[in-house]
């Protein structure tokens, strides 16, 4: 979240949806992130595999302005993560 970086997840299922509860914004307008509800973690690796291969066919143009469009979840998520991690007494870049 701190390096400004869209995001799949390797991980259990519904892993999206916790992050998404805990206010954080995912990348479903350029990721089917249809994964996270996949409860067989066989199917679940396919599903993020199949879209890692997507991206990985696409042009270094196309990725550019796939980054470009979600700028703004990027900002969001950098400032939500900062905030929260405020509030813990946590405190990054001093």
Same mark, same amino acid.
């Given at each position: ?7 799949? &997840? ?5 892993? #999206? ?11 479903? =307008?350029?990721? *089917?992130? =249809?994964? *996270?509800?996949?409860?067989?973690n ?5 599903? !993020?595999?199949?879209?890692? $291969?997507c #991206?990985?066919?696409? =042009?270094?143009?196309? !990725? ?5 469009? !979600?700028?703004? &979840? #990027?900002?969001? $998520?950098? $400032?939500?993560? #900062? =905030?929260?991690?405020? &509030? ?7």
């Open positions: 979240m701190i390096y400004f970086q869209p995001f799949l &997840v390797f991980g259990s299922a519904y892993f #999206l949806k916790y992050l998404k509860k805990m206010g954080y914004k995912t990348f479903d =307008s350029i990721i *089917d992130e =249809s994964y *996270d509800e996949e409860e067989d066989d199917k679940r690796f396919n599903m !993020v595999t199949d879209e890692i $291969n #991206l990985c066919k696409m =042009s270094i143009d196309e !990725v550019h302005d796939i980054y470009l469009r !979600v700028q703004d &979840v #990027l900002k969001y $998520n950098y $400032n939500h993560f #900062l =905030s929260e991690h405020k &509030v813990m007494g946590i405190e990054f870049f001093k």
